[in-house]
T-cell receptor, first 115, second 110 residues
Framework: KAGVTQTPRYLIKTRGQQVTLSCSPISGHRSVSWYQQTPGQGLQFLFEYFSETQRNKGNFPGRFSGRQFSNSRSEMNVSTLELGDSALYLC??????????????FGPGTRLTVL | GDSVTQMEGPVTLSEEAFLTINCTYTATGYPSLFWYVQYPGEGLQLLLKATKADDKGSNKGFEATYRKETTSFHLEKGSVQVSDSAVYFCALGGAQKLVFGQGTRLTINP
């Protein structure tokens, strides 16, 4: 069974631009979560989608948004990029809601560098 | 809200040494507890889990016991290998989502 795939793997943008990252979950998984990983802040939860609905949202500004399609694929968008948005963005999928019973399967991440 | 506190790293050990990485949590209700591992250049992968008090999760020689009385889920391994070098994350699965600790970077020297 194919794992979680994320595209692109690496991205370089300049301040003020916007970016869209893509995530394809494991086949049959309906929940997709996004995380931002930085050396200073560690792993921070961005949002979770289940059946095309945002179920949970972390404490990030409105510049960070996401969506999920009917095939469970998900995209996240960051507008008006700032230097501090440079990070590894991880996507994780699970069969159901993450949480008590929700083992998550992670993709390799997209490394975003903002210059 | 729910939270997880891990021992700060980095941790450096010699091969075949005993490993303990401490993890304590704060949660309402009865969460599940997880340890995830991240090898260089990869995403996180589940190492082990426990879903109720006194459960012991184990995998690849690693163990952790869900201790409700001390709200802890410490990761242990009797004899580490160079290939265990990675970042380890303790996580709590509550009603709404997974909450991760800050991660502990482990380096094993031959």
């Amino acid at each position: 069974k194919a794992g979680v795939t994320q595209t692109p793997r690496y991205l370089i943008k300049t301040r003020g631009q916007q970016v869209t990252l893509s995530c394809s979950p494991i086949s049959g998984h309906r929940s997709v979560s996004w995380y931002q990983q930085t050396p200073g802040q560690g792993l921070q939860f961005l949002f979770e989608y289940f059946s095309e609905t945002q179920r949970n949202k972390g404490n990030f500004p409105g510049r960070f948004s996401g969506r999920q399609f009917s095939n469970s694929r998900s995209e996240m968008n960051v507008s008006t990029l700032e230097l501090g948005d440079s990070a590894l963005y991880l996507c994780a999928s699970s069969l159901a809601f993450s949480g008590r019973d929700g083992e998550q399967f992670f993709g390799p991440g997209t490394r975003l560098t903002v210059l | 809200g729910d939270s997880v506190t891990q021992m700060e790293g980095p941790v450096t050990l010699s091969e075949e040494a005993f490993l303990t990485i401490n993890c304590t949590y704060t949660a309402t209700g009865y969460p599940s507890l997880f340890w995830y591992v991240q090898y260089p250049g990869e995403g996180l992968q589940l190492l082990l889990k426990a879903t109720k008090a006194d459960d012991k999760g184990s995998n690849k020689g690693f163990e952790a016991t869900y201790r409700k009385e001390t709200t802890s889920f410490h990761l242990e391994k009797g004899s580490v290998q160079v290939s265990d070098s990675a970042v380890y994350f303790c996580a709590l699965g509550g009603a709404q989502k997974l909450v991760f600790g800050q991660g502990t970077r482990l380096t094993i020297n031959p």
